[in-house]
């Protein structure tokens, strides 16, 4: 519904000065607000594809069942510029996920947070306004 | 000449003089300035000039310190307190994000440099987009919005605007032709430099169609033909366009662009953005074939059926 509000206001809606809830996609469409999960597991494979990466884990259960689970990420080209490339979550890394489950019920999260076990956030904001990556 | 299109012809004049440089780019090999590489655009700068600014056109370089930190602390906010349906569409933080940590090299308050007051001169009245599906749930793809079809990006343009990730552009130049990669999405423009006249006006394209001209070291775009399924801060299909780039240092193309439609503006406005050189490549978007989440939405909506019905 943001998503749609913000589109039928138009650009001018992008250039308001708070914080923005605009991605390429509304996440409220496609996941459930009541569904929050907490996803502890190993990557299994990072597809970096546009519009939106996606990591695939599995994750075990307390009896030892193994699920697969497809996290959404950022896209990837913003991604690379931020010095997060593919070697950045090899395959078996043990990762915490922090999101919302796909409203139909599949293994689909989007990654409202990802951690490493050592409690490392993945995708760390470029908080330094001396450093503008994307400028030479 | 009327006096619209005189306006614009002084606008464009006006902001021509503000583009001149000394600089002399280096020459493609059939003799254009060369513009090509890969640029960014990505700026904090706002369009228009923010409230506590009025009057005031330029920072000086401590208060545009000062902008950039008070910016970049908000963007980077860790915000939870608006309940879980909130969280989720907030999962966006700044992590996701890359827009940017600077306000242009200029430290002009706001892109628009015409008017002098940093604001679109709106016309009251001019109607928003209407886009067809928008508050039901999506029966199919067209009933979600361009940029998750991967159709266009509001701020791919044209005019080419900053978001909030992606604000790439690759120029390649052959002869006869500019082309422009818009990293967002994916769409380029291929611009004819033949003074071929326009397509007809019966014939209308999402990025409209453009025809561009060198003025000394300046590409200038004209681009007209837009069709009536988008909006540029509500102009319509009569949009007409021109852009301006000047390439004024190695690492820099000042661009420029005037809007002209007189069912949204009650007169031509004019925004000037650097496009700061930056690494390539740009990756291929392939936005379609990697476009999980419209899938995704869709199931969403049939879910949300589903649970309306079992109610």
Same mark, same amino acid.
């Given at each position: 519904?943001?998503?749609r509000?913000?589109?039928?206001?138009?650009?001018?809606?992008?250039?308001?000065?708070?914080?923005?809830?605009?991605?390429?996609?509304?996440?409220?469409?496609?996941?459930?607000?009541?569904?929050?999960?907490?996803?502890?597991?190993?990557?299994?494979?990072?597809?970096?594809?546009n519009?939106?990466?996606?990591?695939?884990?599995?994750?075990?259960?307390?009896?030892?069942?193994?699920?697969?689970?497809?996290?959404?990420?950022?896209?990837?080209?913003?991604l690379?510029?931020?010095?997060?490339?593919k070697?950045?979550?090899?395959?078996?890394?043990?990762?915490?996920? +922090?999101?919302?489950?796909?409203k139909?019920?599949?293994?689909?999260?989007n990654?409202? +947070?990802?951690?490493?076990?050592?409690?490392k956030?993945?995708?760390?904001?470029?908080?330094?306004p001396?450093?503008?990556p994307?400028?030479? | 000449?009327?006096?619209?299109?005189?306006?614009?012809?002084?606008?464009?004049?006006?902001?021509?003089a503000?583009?001149?440089?000394k600089?002399?780019?280096?020459?493609?090999?059939?003799?254009?300035p060369?513009?090509?590489?890969?640029?960014?655009?990505?700026?904090?700068?706002?369009?228009?000039?923010?409230?506590n600014?009025?009057?005031?056109?330029?920072?000086?370089?401590?208060?545009?310190?000062q902008?950039?930190?008070?910016?970049?602390?908000?963007?980077?906010?860790?915000?939870?307190?608006?309940g879980?349906?909130?969280?989720?569409?907030?999962?966006y933080?700044?992590?996701?994000? +890359?827009?940017?940590?600077?306000?242009?090299?200029?430290?002009?308050?706001?892109l628009?440099?015409?008017?002098p007051?940093?604001?679109?001169?709106?016309?009251?009245?001019a109607?928003a987009v209407?886009?067809?599906?928008?508050?039901?749930?999506?029966?199919?793809?067209?009933?979600?919005?361009?940029?998750?079809?991967?159709?266009?990006?509001?701020?791919?343009?044209?005019?080419?605007?900053p978001?909030?990730?992606?604000?790439?552009?690759?120029i390649?130049?052959?002869?006869?032709?500019v082309?422009?990669?818009?990293?967002?999405?994916h769409?380029?423009?291929?611009?004819?430099l033949?003074?071929?006249?326009?397509?007809?006006a019966?014939?209308?394209q999402?990025?409209?169609?453009p025809?561009?001209?060198?003025?000394?070291?300046?590409?200038?775009?004209?681009?007209t033909?837009?069709?009536?399924?988008?909006?540029f801060?509500?102009?319509?299909?009569?949009?007409?366009?021109?852009?301006?780039?000047?390439?004024?240092?190695? +690492?820099?193309?000042?661009y420029e662009?005037?809007?002209?439609?007189?069912s949204?503006?009650?007169?031509?406005?004019?925004?000037q953005?650097?496009?700061?050189k930056?690494?390539?490549?740009?990756?291929?978007?392939?936005c379609?074939?990697?476009?999980?989440?419209?899938?995704g939405?869709?199931?969403?909506?049939?879910?949300d059926?589903k649970?309306?019905?079992?109610?």
């Amino acid at each position: 519904m943001r998503n749609r509000l913000a589109i039928a206001l138009g650009i001018a809606s992008l250039l308001l000065a708070a914080a923005p809830m605009w991605a390429h996609h509304a996440f409220a469409a496609e996941f459930d607000a009541q569904k929050p999960v907490k996803l502890r597991g190993t990557v299994v494979k990072v597809e970096f594809i546009n519009p939106h990466s996606w990591i695939h884990m599995d994750v075990k259960d307390a009896d030892g069942k193994v699920t697969r689970w497809m996290v959404e990420g950022g896209s990837p080209n913003a991604l690379f510029r931020r010095g997060v490339t593919k070697d950045a979550l090899p395959q078996g890394t043990e990762i915490l996920v +922090d999101g919302y489950q796909a409203k139909d019920g599949s293994n689909r999260a989007n990654g409202r +947070d990802i951690t490493f076990a050592d409690g490392k956030k993945l995708f760390v904001g470029g908080s330094n306004p001396d450093e503008q990556p994307n400028a030479k | 000449m009327n006096g619209k299109v005189f306006a614009l012809a002084a606008v464009i004049l006006s902001s021509a003089a503000l583009a001149q440089t000394k600089y002399n780019p280096p020459r493609t090999p059939d003799g254009q300035p060369d513009l090509q590489g890969v640029w960014t655009n990505v700026t904090i700068t706002p369009l228009e000039r923010p409230a506590n600014l009025a009057g005031k056109a330029f920072f000086t370089p401590a208060e545009a310190r000062q902008y950039e930190k008070d910016t970049v602390d908000r963007n980077n906010a860790d915000r939870r307190d608006g309940g879980a349906q909130a969280d989720l569409s907030r999962a966006y933080n700044d992590a996701w994000y +890359d827009r940017g940590t600077k306000v242009v090299e200029t430290l002009r308050t706001s892109l628009i440099i015409d008017p002098p007051d940093g604001h679109i001169p709106r016309k009251a009245g001019a109607p928003a987009v209407a886009q067809a599906g928008f508050g039901r749930p999506p029966e199919g793809p067209e009933d979600r919005s361009l940029p998750e079809r991967c159709i266009l990006w509001p701020t791919a343009g044209p005019p080419m605007m900053p978001s909030f990730y992606n604000n790439n552009y690759q120029i390649v130049q052959a002869p006869g032709y500019v082309t422009i990669l818009v990293e967002m999405i994916h769409d380029a423009r291929i611009i004819p430099l033949d003074n071929r006249p326009h397509v007809d006006a019966g014939i209308r394209q999402w990025m409209g169609d453009p025809r561009g001209h060198w003025e000394g070291n300046t590409l200038v775009v004209e681009t007209t033909n837009f069709n009536d399924k988008t909006r540029f801060q509500r102009a319509g299909q009569n949009m007409r366009l021109v852009e301006r780039f000047t390439r004024t240092a190695p +690492d820099t193309i000042m661009y420029e662009f005037t809007v002209d439609d007189p069912s949204a503006f009650t007169k031509p406005w004019t925004a000037q953005i650097p496009m700061k050189k930056t690494e390539g490549p740009i990756i291929e978007y392939a936005c379609n074939e990697g476009n999980y989440a419209m899938e995704g939405m869709l199931a969403g909506a049939r879910a949300d059926e589903k649970k309306a019905a079992s109610k």
